[in-house]
C-alpha cells in the first residue's frame, strides 16, 4: 500500500482524512459534542463524538445509537474507546463527500430523533429497537410483510418514512 500509494499519494491520502474528520465534526457538533479538538476546535484523522450527555437525557445508549446507524445502512463506528459512551469516527481518503454528508445527516436525523422522542419512554422509541430488519421491504408493498410481525409501540409507517424514504422530523 505505502509502495503503491508513494510519499505523494499518502500526504494526500492523510490530508484528506484529516480535512473529512474536520468536516464531520463540525458538521455534527451542534448534535453531538466533540471530544479532544486542538485550540482551534480542530480534530485529528478521528473525532470521538460524545453520546454520553444524550444518553443520560434520553436513556438512548450509545447501543442504540449504533444499531440505528445500521438501519440508515452504515456501520456503526468505533464504540466506547478510548472513552466509554463515545463514538470513535475515522474516515479514510476512501470516503467521498457525498457518502460523509450521508453519515452525518444519518447522525442528525438521530438526535433529532432522539431530542423529538426525549420526553417518551425510551423502550418505546425508534432508536432503542433499532435494527428493524428490512427483508423483501419495498416501496410500501412490502411495508405489509412487516406489519404482521411488528411489536415495536410506534408505528411501522413511521420507521419507514424515517429509514427507507428518508423524511425528516
Known amino acids: ?17 484529516i480535512a473529512s474528520a474536520n468536516y464531520i465534526a463540525a458538521r455534527l457538533n451542534d448534535s453531538f459534542p466533540v471530544l479532544y479538538t486542538g485550540e482551534n476546535g480542530r480534530v485529528a484523522h478521528e473525532c470521538i463524538l460524545d453520546v454520553r450527555g444524550i444518553s443520560k437525557e ?33 474516515p479514510t481518503e476512501s470516503e467521498s463527500l ?29 432508536a432503542t429497537a433499532a435494527g428493524h430488519a428490512w427483508i423483501g421491504m419495498g416501496i410500501w408493498g412490502g411495508l405489509a410483510v412487516i406489519l404482521d410481525r411488528w411489536t415495536a409501540v410506534y408505528l411501522a409507517p413511521l420507521a419507514y418514512l424515517l429509514l427507507v424514504e428518508g423524511v425528516q422530523l
Request: glycine share 6%; hydrophobic share 45%.
Open 1 to 17: 500500500y505505502i509502495r503503491m500509494m508513494g510519499a505523494s499519494g499518502l500526504r494526500n491520502a492523510t490530508l484528506t482524512a
Open 58 to 90: 434520553t436513556g438512548v445508549s450509545i447501543d442504540d445509537v449504533a444499531k440505528r446507524l445500521a438501519d440508515y445502512g452504515f456501520h456503526a463506528p468505533t464504540m466506547s474507546f478510548p472513552v466509554a459512551g463515545t463514538l470513535m469516527v475515522e
Open 98 to 126: 457525498s457518502e460523509i454528508d450521508e453519515f452525518c445527516d444519518a447522525m442528525i436525523a438521530i438526535r433529532e430523533l432522539m431530542r423529538a422522542e426525549a420526553q417518551r419512554d425510551p423502550h418505546a422509541w425508534a
